[in-house]
């Protein structure tokens, strides 16, 4: 017990940066963490933090134990879960870091059903960017998540990848509604609306510049995934979105998805991704099943 509660210290600490912080997260003395920890690299015979710094930097040992006692939290809670199913107890929360890409009536409609079955679960949405959505799935804060891109995480999977491109998109009557297909260069004379630079979708736009040396002029920068659709379905200009997130519009006859002869942009992909090696409770994976299920059929 007492090197559980070490470890828990230990970890409070690294995770939070300072004593003083993990103090006042865990309601106990900064004086009792510090010599639980002191007790702890005694037991062991190591350091586990580095000496005079002021935020706390573990040392190789002390990574080892951080990442032990995460381990074991991810086990417990997979145990713990196991342990009420067999009791038909559903109950805990699922938490899931989600780009707004993927938000839309199925998606609410997937989780509202998922709700309804299991009535004792919560689940947690946390919009999330892409960099941010692996970082909490990396830090197990999100059970898992969903992303524009493929993680380059070694420390994160994709447990399920499907090919999405980025198409233009535009309306009906858009001069460019005809066509079949374009080229990046084409798209300079007209208005473009693209997402913030922190959005993945933007980062790959740059890249595919970047590989044709051109540079597209947004008319309309927004943080919006909807804005943007609803600059698109305006008439106004073009944007670049999957099919799948304008998949309503598209089949209603209201935007057009235009394919853009760019290898960057015909290569992307999405991803529901976990952390490499976590097991995860048995209502997290049912709502995982549920979600890829209703990813295929998107893009079927």
Known sequence: ???????????????????????????????????QIAALEKELGMRLIEGGRRKIK??????????????MQAHEE???????ELRSIRSGTINLAVGEAFISDAFSEVLQEFMRRYPGLTVRVKMSGTNDAVALVR?????????????????????????????????????LAGRKSVKLAELKQYSIGLPEDSFR?????REAEHAEAVFLEPGLIANSMMLLKDFAKCGRGLTFLPEFLAQPQLSEGKLIAIPIENPVMNSTRISLITRTGRQVPNGVYRLMLRIEAHLKSLIA
């Open 78 to 84: 997979v145990f713990l879960s196991r342990v009420a």
């Open 201 to 205: 979708i933007r980062q790959i736009v």
């Open 1 to 35: 017990m007492h090197g559980e509660i070490r470890l828990r210290y230990l970890y409070e600490a690294a995770r939070l940066g300072t004593m003083r912080a993990a103090s006042d997260e865990l309601n106990v003395a900064t004086s009792s963490i510090s010599r």
């Open 58 to 71: 573990l040392t190789e040992a002390g990574n080892a134990a951080f990442a032990y006692y995460r381990e």
């Open 139 to 175: 830090e197990d804060e999100a059970h898992f998540g969903l992303i524009f891109d493929v993680p380059k995480d070694p420390k994160v999977r994709a447990r399920l990848t499907l090919s999405q491109p980025l198409k233009a998109i535009v309306h009906p009557r858009h001069e």
